[in-house]
């Protein structure tokens, strides 16, 4: 398994910012894959999740409304996209795969890429 980040860099509140992920060595349009982010504050959070058909997982309260994940599976790339940054959302955000459909533990890391909003 491989993933790879990339997008991440620094923006200012009120900001955007596009992640993508490209996968390989594995199945991609098997596999449910998330975001992940580890933040000064909360440490690691689950960000958001796509099914392996292209659904979407419930965002949770901290970022619903503005982060929106998808997927492409003929290009094996995840995407998230992020509008109305808050400093809070400043950390190190990872992609991954999960372990089987359904479910948010993880088998597969990427390396992360850095978000920092701040003015």
């Known amino acids: 398994v491989q993933l790879v980040e990339s997008g991440g860099g620094s923006a200012q509140p009120g900001g955007s910012l596009r992640l993508s992920c490209a996968a390989s060595?594995?199945?991609?349009?098997?596999?449910?894959m998330s975001w992940v982010r580890r933040t000064p504050g909360k440490g690691l959070e689950w960000v958001c999740g796509v099914y392996d058909f292209g659904g979407v997982l419930e965002y949770p309260d901290s970022v619903k409304g503005r982060f929106s994940c998808s997927r492409d599976n003929a290009k094996n790339t995840l995407d998230l996209q992020m509008t109305t940054l808050k400093p809070e959302d400043t950390g190190l955000y990872y992609c991954?795969?999960?372990?089987?459909?359904?479910?948010?533990?993880?088998?597969?890391w990427g390396q992360g890429t850095q978000v920092t909003v701040s003015s």
């Open positions: 991954a795969k999960a372990t089987s459909t359904g479910t948010t533990t993880f088998d597969g």
């Open positions: 060595g594995f199945t991609f349009s098997a596999y449910d």
